[in-house]
């Protein structure tokens, strides 16, 4: 008489062959049931608020111990133009706005250069300041300035990230020394000593991640569009400089007269 398992085929009773090749239904799925289960559970041992809490929290209060309450909202602020910021269309729509600019300025005069419309409020700002100059020295100074004020605001902003990513890991040595602290002081219990070293890898686990893979790449980004998007306003404030020198110094007596009659047929 052949031997089998009941039940194994799609409920209708009759026997499989035994043997190690075919197993019933319901033990199938109640290994698949299992496996799930070991994996949920196996996900979960990875989440320990306390050790999150020390690495994260404490690399974050040492990054707010090393700056100033305003870089510190810079450096939030900085996560949205992190992600969302193409820095070559920028420049490409910073060229097209100095043109008009410079088309404006050429036509009506230097005075008129803040009635260009400006999307990027940089540029916006630099127009304004062109047509309130009077000297093409003082918008120098301005520009340079204006480029070293936002130089160091960025800098202040990638050092809030750096000092994140330099603390992470020292939060998880931290948390490794307490955890062997606890797990030494329970050596008497083996049941306690799973958490002390649970927390000891932990915590160093999550000091690697929020340094190489969240801190870290962060203020890298931050400082390669940062660099991208100082060039280009450097670029953009020289040749308004330029705009400058050309229509407010002083030269000779002709060719001043000369510009004032090319614009005058322009705007005829």
């Known amino acids: ?96 706005a100095v043109n008009r600019i410079v088309e404006r300025t050429s036509a009506k005069g230097i005075a008129t250069a803040d009635r260009v419309p400006v999307v990027e409020r940089f540029l916006a700002k630099a127009a304004a300041r062109l047509s309130d100059s009077r000297d093409p020295r003082d918008f120098a100074k301005w520009m340079e300035a204006e480029l070293s004020a936002r130089a160091e605001r960025h800098a202040a902003v990638h050092a809030v990230w750096r000092s994140v990513a330099d603390a992470a890991p020292a ?23 799973g958490p002390g070293m649970a927390l000891a890898l932990l915590t160093t686990l999550y000091g690697v991640i929020a340094a190489n893979c969240v801190a870290g790449p962060i203020a890298a980004r931050l400082e390669r569009l940062s660099r991208a998007e100082l060039l280009w306003q450097k670029e953009a404030l020289a040749r308004l400089a330029s705009v400058a020198r050309d229509e407010l110094a002083t030269g000779p007596l002709e060719n001043r007269v000369a510009r004032i009659e090319a614009r005058l047929r322009v705007v005829a």
Do not use: E, H, Y
């Open 171 to 193: 939060m998880g040595m931290i948390g490794t020394v307490i955890g062997l602290i606890r797990m030494f002081a329970a050596m008497d219990d083996p049941a306690a000593i």
């Open 1 to 96: 008489m052949a031997r089998g398992f009941p039940g194994a085929d799609d409920r209708s009773g009759k026997l499989l062959p035994a043997g190690g090749k075919s197993l019933p239904v319901a033990c199938r799925c109640a290994r698949v049931r299992g496996l799930r289960k070991a994996g949920a559970v196996n996900g979960a041992i990875f989440l320990d608020p306390i050790a999150i809490s020390l690495v994260f929290g404490g690399a974050a209060l040492v990054a707010a111990l090393r700056s100033t309450g305003p870089d510190l909202m810079r450096a939030g602020a900085a996560l949205k133009p992190l992600v969302a910021t193409r820095v070559d269309v920028d420049a490409q729509a910073a060229r097209v």
